[in-house]
């Protein structure tokens, strides 16, 4: 059973567009959404997470929106750059301890 | 170490042989998660350690895979009588402690090729 989709699968943006990837998820005993970003041939790395007792979350260009009530998460990367250009994974985790339970993935491609 | 080291970073076996991958969690990470990543694909759960014990190994696709931790901190992943169908990525990850919010480091993995 996913318990975490992630759309979409790939995303094209042009150099200082915004890029929105969207995750949604099943359990309610989730309490920690964080986000990972991996380049090719490396191991994922967190880029922001959030809890559900706030909405919004922002980091420099990176921005997590929290809706609670409709059980959804996204990532919204401002003024994307070509180094953005990544797979980015949004997870979950509470259900069963800190192990994460991770989205299938968004494959970003940010053109010059 | 300054992150989680895996070895090897690649592997080519033979179908049918056993291989034996190896984590180095971060230095007094008392949590270590393997993941398996298939090319293209998002990332599996395999097995979670507290310290020695593994409280959690609903992730193991098979009774071919094991995994120990010795010393509360080396993991090492077996996979016995090796399929073509486990060539992938082997992901470790450790974590300072198992409650959820507490930030899991991953390494490079170890890229496995069943042959």
């Known amino acids: 059973q996913q318990q975490v989709k992630q759309s979409p699968q790939s995303l094209i943006v042009q150099k200082g567009g915004i890029s929105i990837i969207n995750c949604a998820y099943e359990?309610?005993?989730?309490?920690?959404f964080p986000w990972y970003q991996q380049f090719p041939g490396k191991g994922p790395a967190l880029l922001i997470a959030?809890?559900?007792?706030?909405s919004e979350k922002k980091e420099g260009r990176f921005t997590i929106s929290f809706n609670k009530s409709a059980k959804q998460f996204s990532l919204h990367i401002m003024d994307s750059q070509p180094g953005d250009s990544a797979t980015y994974f949004c997870a979950a985790s509470g259900a069963s301890g800190s192990r994460l339970t991770f989205g299938e993935g968004t494959q970003l491609t940010v053109n010059p | 170490g300054a992150g989680v080291s895996q070895s090897p970073s690649n592997k080519v076996t033979e179908k049918g042989k056993d291989v034996e991958l190896r984590c180095d969690p971060i230095s007094g990470h008392t949590a270590l998660y393997w993941y398996r990543q298939s090319l293209g694909q998002g990332l599996e759960f395999l097995i979670y350690f507290q310290g020695n014990s593994a409280p959690d190994k609903s992730g193991l696709p098979s009774d071919r895979f094991s995994a120990e931790r010795t010393g509360g901190s080396v993991s090492t992943l077996t996979i016995q009588r090796t399929q073509q169908e486990d060539s992938a990525v082997y992901l470790c990850a450790s974590s300072l402690a198992s409650w959820a919010g507490n930030t899991i480091y991953f390494g490079e993995g170890s890229w496995l090729t069943v042959v």
């Open positions: 359990n309610t005993a989730f309490d920690y």
């Open positions: 959030i809890r559900p007792d706030v």
